[in-house]
């Protein structure tokens, strides 16, 4: 079993900074892709971006690319995500998710919140005008 477990969130102005961490315990990863996500009240779960977990390959949702950043810290089985230039619309609960992968590129279903296996119970991301 995986347990996920996210911290990091927070109030933030606009235009300002937050640093999501994902912290995994349990079972060692192989053929891992973790991913962060969001979810608004009232909309879907939104795809933000993914990172391999032994390469370190990333994939980005067109709304993000160039403003946050995702990583890892293998030895700390954690995955981060780094948030830069917030804006109101980013204000969402927050969740990393483990997907396990057999064949086929890292990201072909990353962006599939029905893919992955385990889920964090969320951080709340709130930013203000």
């Known amino acids: 079993q995986v347990q996920l477990v996210e911290s990091g969130g927070g109030l933030v102005q606009a235009g300002g900074s937050l640093r999501l961490s994902c912290a995994a315990s349990?079972?060692?990863?192989?053929?891992?892709?973790m991913g962060w996500f969001r979810q608004a009240p009232g909309k879907e779960r939104e795809f933000l971006a993914a990172?391999?977990?032994?390469?370190?390959?990333?994939y980005y949702a067109d709304s993000v690319k160039g403003r946050f950043t995702i990583s890892r810290d293998n030895a700390k089985n954690t995955v981060y995500l780094q948030m830069n230039s917030l804006k109101p619309e980013d204000t969402a609960v927050y969740y990393c998710?483990?997907?396990?992968?057999?064949?086929?590129?890292?990201?072909?279903?990353?962006?599939?919140?029905?893919?992955?296996?385990?889920w964090g119970q969320g951080t709340q991301v709130t930013v203000s005008a």
């Open positions: 990172i391999s977990w032994s390469a370190g390959s990333t």
């Open positions: 998710a483990l997907q396990w992968y057999i064949t086929g590129s890292y990201f072909a279903k990353a962006k599939t919140p029905e893919e992955y296996s385990y």
């Open positions: 349990g079972r060692t990863f192989s053929r891992v892709v």
